[in-house]
């Protein structure tokens, strides 16, 4: 009986303490909300077609061209294309961001993707990303199905 106040006092405090963790995590946590990039482009607007095929070619994976120049409030059609015999990604965001959003696939490999800035593609299929780059700088875009990027998927967006 004594004890109950100090009982409750600890759980309230523990309560309190994983609220704050949750919050804390959140913004870090698997968002797709903020673009690191740019923003999700206008399919209705004018853009330059980038056509980028993703592959496996001995012992290596990659994508073709891996290098892209835009700029600055360019709006970009990435028409992919899978002609691998795997499933493969397409995520464009910042190199930090990739790295982060790999750990998180490491627990999670069957984690989908069908969002404005990143795509899984079956093997044979395509899709298409819309993409307005709208901040100058250096960008990835990267396959973070565990074991892909550091097999070589990995690709770069030079914005001037
Ligand atoms: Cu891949």
Same mark, same amino acid.
């Given at each position: ?7 409750? @006092? ?8 994983? @609220? ?29 077609? @980038? ?9 290596? %994976? ?5 290098? @892209? ?35 998180? %696939? ?46 070589? %998927? ?7």
């Amino acid at each position: 009986m004594s004890k109950t106040p100090f009982i409750v @006092v600890a759980a309230t405090a523990l309560t309190l303490g994983t @609220v704050a963790a949750f919050a804390a995590a959140g913004p870090a946590g698997h968002s797709h909300e903020n673009f690191s990039a740019g923003e999700p482009g206008n399919p209705k607007k004018p853009a330059r077609v @980038v056509q980028i095929t993703m592959r496996e070619a001995d012992g290596k %994976m990659l994508f073709i061209p891996d290098r @892209v120049e835009v700029r600055k409030g360019e709006q970009i059609k990435f028409v992919l294309r899978n002609n691998g015999e795997l499933d493969h990604e397409f995520i464009l965001a910042t190199t930090g961001e990739n790295l982060k959003h790999a750990e998180q %696939m490491k627990k999670n490999p069957d984690m989908e993707h069908d969002d404005p800035n990143g795509k899984r593609i079956a093997p044979k299929k395509g899709d298409e990303i819309v993409w307005r780059f709208t901040k100058a700088g250096t960008f990835e875009f990267g396959c973070l199905i565990p074991g892909h990027r550091e097999a070589g %998927m990995i690709g770069t967006v030079v914005v001037k």
